[in-house]
Every structure is written in structure tokens, then in C-alpha cells.
Nanobody
């Protein structure tokens, strides 16, 4: 059974940083694409970033490009999201997700992802 468990959320002031982690288990993720999404109150869940499990490919939403960095540690079966220069608009529940869809196809839609974590709250105060 696939499990994705996020950690690292919290409360931070604008301009600060947080690092989210996602521990993945339950199967081999070779060939998978791992993504981060977020959902603010009253808004749709939106794409933040993805990384190819088996290669270097990454992709970011325009709103986070240059501030957020997605990375992975295959040995630890973990994916990370380093968030710098945080803004109040970044406040949301952040979700880790996995899809068997190759990063070649640039999976940025929430319905392209098969597995989801429970989410971790990030709150940025002004």
C-alpha cells in the first residue's frame, strides 16, 4: 500500500523559509513523477512543482519559480520542497503526490496523480 507522509509545515514570517519533506513507501517509485500541490482556503488545489523520480527533470509553477526548489533523495525514498522568500500568498495546505505518468508528459494537473499524502499546513504571516 502506497503511503506518502508530509512533514515540515508550520508558521513563518514573510520572507522566511521552510523545508517540507515527503516520505514515500509501499512500492518502487522508479519511473514515477513526484509532485507538490497546495490548497488555500476557498481555492482549488494547485500545482507547485514536480520532479522525476528517476532523473533530473523538474518543473515549477510560475508563482514559485525562483523561490522554491524541489529535490529528492532516492536512498531515503523522500522528496523535499525548499521554500524561500515566503509570502502570505503561499499560505496553504501542501500535499505530496505521486503519479506513474512520466515527467516527459509534464504532469501538472491534480487528476494526473494517483497517490496523495494527508497534507501539511504552511502559514506565512505578514
Amino acid at each position: 500500500q502506497v503511503q506518502l507522509v508530509e512533514s515540515g509545515g508550520g508558521l513563518v514570517q514573510a520572507g522566511g523559509s521552510l523545508r517540507l519533506a515527503c516520505a514515500a513507501s509501499g512500492r518502487t517509485f522508479s519511473g514515477y513523477t513526484m509532485g507538490w500541490f497546495r490548497q488555500a482556503p476557498g481555492k482549488e488545489r494547485e500545482f507547485v512543482a514536480f520532479v522525476s523520480w528517476s532523473g533530473p527533470h523538474t518543473n515549477y509553477a510560475d508563482s514559485v519559480k525562483g523561490r522554491f526548489t524541489i529535490s529528492k533523495d532516492n536512498a531515503k525514498n523522500s522528496v523535499y520542497l525548499q521554500m524561500n522568500s515566503l509570502e502570505p500568498e503561499d499560505t496553504a495546505v501542501y500535499y505530496c503526490a505521486a503519479t506513474a505518468r512520466s515527467s516527459y508528459y509534464r504532469p501538472r494537473g491534480r487528476y494526473e496523480y494517483d497517490y496523495w499524502g494527508q497534507g501539511t499546513q504552511v502559514t506565512v504571516s505578514s
